[in-house]
């Protein structure tokens, strides 16, 4: 089994910075990208930011320039730097996990959620 779980949301003011974590652990071989999906209330889910292992990099529109997703592979752990938020990034923060298992089958992973509130 894997498991994904987030930290670092919290409550910010626009302008702030928060740094969420993800760390996936379990039976895993290898993780061929990891993300960052949000989720806003009454709203879909939409994609922030994803990080393929040895990709290039991809960001929404909406957050290039301010957010930056990097990983540590040793730690099968993203990250997502978010710098200079504004109101409309609040949302509930998922992360995720294009992953191969330690029997080499392919998996999809979610974590629970993280929430982010940026205040005006």
């Known amino acids: 089994q894997v498991r994904l779980v987030e930290s670092g949301g919290g409550l910010v003011q626009a302008g702030g910075s928060l740094r969420l974590s993800c760390a996936a652990s379990?039976?895993?071989?290898?993780?061929?990208?990891m993300g960052w999906y949000r989720q806003a209330a009454g709203k879909q889910r939409e994609l922030v930011a994803t990080?393929?292992?040895?990709?290039?990099?991809n960001y929404a529109d909406s957050v290039k320039g301010r957010f930056t997703i990097s990983r540590d592979n040793a730690k099968n752990t993203v990250y997502l730097q978010m710098n200079s938020l504004k109101p409309e990034d609040t949302a509930v923060y998922y992360c995720?996990?294009?992953?191969?298992?330690?029997?080499?089958?392919?998996?999809?992973?979610w974590g629970q959620g993280t929430q982010v509130t940026v205040s005006s």
């Open positions: 995720n996990a294009d992953l191969l298992t330690v029997v080499h089958r392919r998996a999809y992973y």
């Open positions: 379990g039976s895993i071989f290898t993780i061929n990208a």
């Open positions: 990080i393929p292992s040895g990709g290039i990099t």
